[in-house]
């Protein structure tokens, strides 16, 4: 086990912004960390990588304890900060030569180089680290965690700033580093997360409100959705009476999606529908709710009571 969380706690003042929290990521594992802003994801990240001590709650990072081995831990982990603070007047092999000799890694030179071209930053490699964009600044931030080949990633943020294409070279970058490495990186663009990682975890408010593959979260019972398109038009009020459905939405008054738990039994209730009806289908299939509707649904805040 690469990453282990066990009960942990941290609040400032009589918040709680990491509350009782327990997970566990393995080598080879690439996890997506989501939650709303505040929910206590970088909170959690600095407490895994040894920045911040917890209140509560054990950390253990290849079955090292973060708090008895503090300096053996960050040599086996790699971390992007979401601030990625840069020696700014410092050129990019200047400043990766700097970190390469605080690694003490025995050949500097070969080690700048090749994080240099595993992330794409041989073309601005001259610059000094200021006249960088934004993009090109996150890349650094990734190459310095890459730099001492870490077996554990920990990457906040890895592609704010970075333009589609960057963000696609990036994404493939990560995804070469999973292959042998424990990789666990936060993000709000959801979709990257959906083409990167198997599981993931979802935290609101300090606490775990999922842990599981994304498959199986986007089979789960509220995530189901039947997509169903007919030729005439038709009132709400007809499908909504279905039995089985959760809520319907249109796209169209001739183009509906309907959630529910049992997609099955709703495909059959809109043929019967139609039959009874006369109405014609001309489009009807199953499918699971996106990321982001996960994702909403699971950390939405209640409704407010009108005053």
Known sequence: MSIEVSNLVKAYGSQRAVNDLTFRVNRGEIVGFLGPNGAGKSTTMKMITGYLQPDAGTVRVCGLDVQQNPVAVRQKIGYLPESNALYSDLYVREYLGFLAELHRLPQRRAAVEWAIET?????????????LSKGYKQRVGIAAALLHDPEVLILDEPTSGLDPNQII???????????????????HILQEVEAICDRVLIINKGGLVANDLLSNLQQAGHNQTVQVRFRESLEPAWLERLPGVQQVYASSPRQWELTCSDPEAVRQALLRLALEQQLNIEALQSGSNSLEEIFRQLTAAPAESPL
């Open 119 to 131: 992330v794409g930053l041989k073309p601005e490699a001259n610059k000094k680290i200021h006249q």
């Open 169 to 187: 070279e990036i994404r493939e970058v990560i995804r070469r580093q999973g292959a042998n490495k424990t990789v666990l990186f936060s993000s």
